[in-house]
């Protein structure tokens, strides 16, 4: 069974500060990667996503890939008390259709 | 604009009973998805539709069964609601199948059985 796991957290970093999310992959075969952003009962929105190994960074967001290590993690730069959220790494598996498999989320608290 | 949109927000109803769920997306995606959350933030693959070919996570009971009428819509319909299928249920869509299309989730349905 394909899994992705994630540390539930919560992960409390103060403001300024970088917080660190990691997620890990069992297949091996996953072929890229999505970091989404869950405010409390909304739905989750994409921030950002990476399929190659190395670092990829989009303003205070940097995505980290390395697929040996069936690992993948999200730094979020100078923390923000917005946000605040559940972070949900997802993984889209191989094998001709593209469904992407959730982790069970981190949630990031941001305290001033 | 609302570009997935999800239908009833907010839904009660008895054990035994039997609803649905609308969905429709804007984007003219070819891809869409049910999604069940439980209450401890897990988002679980309940269906994948594509082109007519749908994918069903084999842990789904069968009184779950999507409806597709078009490709702009995925409904859901849940025969004899158990207390168990009390969840928030999010549709979602995306361009295709490829690896790097990214999903686009409605605002959710947060289902209560009692």
């Known amino acids: 069974q394909k899994e992705v796991e994630q540390n539930s957290g919560p992960l409390s970093v103060p403001e300024g500060a970088i917080a660190s999310l990691n997620c890990t992959y069992s297949?091996?075969?996953?072929?890229?990667f999505f970091w989404y952003r869950q405010y409390s009962g909304k739905s989750p929105e994409l921030i950002m996503f990476i399929y190659s190994n190395g670092d990829k960074e989009d303003g205070r967001f940097t995505a980290q890939l390395n697929k040996a290590s069936q690992y993948v993690s999200l730094l979020i730069r100078d923390s923000q008390p917005s946000d605040s959220a559940t972070y949900l790494c997802a993984v889209f598996t191989s094998g001709g259709s593209y469904i992407p498999t959730f982790g069970r989320g981190t949630s990031l608290i941001v305290h001033p | 604009d609302t570009a997935v949109s999800q239908t009833p927000k907010y839904l009660v109803t008895q054990m035994g009973n039997d609803k649905s769920i609308k969905c429709e997306q804007n984007?003219?995606?070819?891809?869409m998805y049910w999604y069940k959350q439980d209450s401890k933030k897990f988002l679980k693959i309940m269906f994948s539709?594509?082109?007519?070919?749908?994918?069903i996570n084999e842990t789904v009971p069968n009184r779950f069964s999507p409806k597709s009428p078009d490709k702009a819509h995925l409904n859901l319909h849940i025969n004899s609601l158990e207390l168990g299928d009390s969840a928030v249920y999010f549709c979602?869509?995306?361009?295709?199948?490829?690896?790097?299309?990214?999903?686009?989730f409605g605002q959710g349905t947060r289902l209560t059985v009692v």
């Open positions: 984007l003219g995606h070819d891809t």
């Open positions: 539709y594509n082109n007519k070919e749908l994918i």
């Open positions: 979602a869509s995306s361009p295709g199948t490829g690896a790097n299309t990214e999903a686009f």
């Open positions: 297949d091996r075969g996953s072929q890229s």
